[in-house]
Every structure is written in C-alpha cells, then in structure tokens.
C-alpha cells in the first residue's frame, strides 16, 4: 500500500515538472506581464500614493463639461490641484483662463506640457508644475481652483484652501464633494457630478 502511494506521488512530481518545463514560454510571458503590469502602476499611479492615496483617473469628456458650466462667467487665474494629464487646465485655458496645473507624477507634466505645445497653448496660459500640492503654500493668486482627488483627502484638503483661498474664489470639486461646505452649484450625476464653492460662504478659520 505504501509503494503503491510513493509511485502515484513520484508521477504527480514528476508530471508537475514536466509540465513546468514543457511551457517555458507560458511562464516567462507570465511573468513578463506581471512585471509589465506592476511597472505601468508604479509609473503612473504610485507617485500619488507618496503622501495620499490618490491615483491617476483623467477626468471624462462629460465631468470636464460639467466642471467648465460652474466656472461659467469666471476669469482670472485657475490651479488643477493634481493636473493628470493636463486635460482640465488645458479646457480652461481654451476658455480664457490663465492656469497651472500642479502635478506630482513627472512623467504625466512632461505629458502634459508636450500637448500644450502641440495644441499652440503658451506656457503664459498653461503652465504645468511638478509639485506635491500639498508642499505648495500660498495658493492665494487663485480665484478658480480644480480638484478631482480622493474622497479621504476631501477634509484635510478643505483645511488648507480655507487658509490660503481668498474670498473671490470658486473652487470645483469632481466626483468627491467636500464633506462641510456649503455648496453654491451642481451639475451632473453619478461619477460626472462635480461641486462648486464660493469661498464668501465657507466658514475660515479665525486668525
Ligand atoms: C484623479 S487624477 C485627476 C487628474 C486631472 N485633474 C483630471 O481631472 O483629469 C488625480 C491626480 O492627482 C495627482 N496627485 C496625487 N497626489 C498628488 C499630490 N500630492 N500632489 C500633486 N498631484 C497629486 C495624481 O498623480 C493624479 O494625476
């Protein structure tokens, strides 16, 4: 009975060898994906999860939309707070907008910026930073402020625009709403809906 159990495990050993062997190719494609897979999330989404846990997810064509109807009749200067790809600041500047776009992933500003130049956008119009934002200190020369980040940074985030915003500001949230303001406008549902927030009506910190 125990010679019989030691053939039939020695053919299993030998069976799961063989076929290991037998599909060198399968493995190594395996493994390459795997490494290929980890290499494009560390590229482009872990850079954002240096300090917070905020990865790359571009704005879609209909929250882009919506975003631009709440910064209807605004002007002056605008800052995408994690920039991506660049396509908000780039809208908004076709809109008159003088914007910079703060990002922490370099690979996505060299993006960005190579798409400014081509579509004929100057850096005086859209200017692409790679910051942490969280180390930029005075955003008060916004009066239009973008943000699409993560719904657990929402409240510390709102800490510090009340410090740094002046009282013309609008700032526009996407998809995370901030959990204490009052909110001024909607538009859009689901994953499109973005906010906007008049910094008039946000209760400041007293200094
Ligand atoms: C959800 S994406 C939004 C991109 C863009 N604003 C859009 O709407 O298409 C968030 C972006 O914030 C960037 N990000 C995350 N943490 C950041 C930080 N601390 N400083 C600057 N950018 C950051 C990420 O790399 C990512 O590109």
Request: with cysteine; charged share 20%; hydrophobic share 40%.
């Amino acid at each position: 009975m125990e010679d019989s159990v030691e053939v039939i495990l020695q053919d299993k050993r030998s069976w799961v060898s063989h076929r290991s062997q037998d599909r060198p190719v399968i493995t190594a494609a395996s493994g390459a994906l795997l490494m290929g897979c980890y290499g494009l999330w560390s590229v482009f989404a872990l850079p954002g999860f240096r300090r917070v846990p905020v990865p790359y997810l571009p704005s879609s064509g209909v929250q882009t939309q919506n975003i631009m109807r709440l910064l209807r009749g605004r002007a002056g200067r605008l800052v995408d707070l994690g920039s991506g790809d660049g396509r908000l600041v780039l809208t908004a500047s076709s809109l008159g907008f003088q914007c910079t776009g703060y990002e922490i992933n370099s690979i996505l500003v060299s993006y960005a910026r190579v798409k400014a130049r081509l579509m004929g956008i100057p850096t005086t119009r859209a200017r692409f930073v790679n910051e942490d934002l969280w180390k930029v200190t005075n955003l008060s020369g916004y009066n239009n402020v973008t943000v699409f980040l993560a719904p657990g940074v929402m409240e510390v985030l709102a800490k510090k625009l009340e410090k740094e915003l002046g009282d013309d500001t609008r700032v526009i949230a996407c998809r995370y709403p901030f959990p204490d303001w009052p909110v001024a406008e909607t538009e859009g549902r689901g994953l499109d809906q973005a906010w906007a927030y008049d910094m008039t009506s946000v209760c400041k910190p007293s200094t």
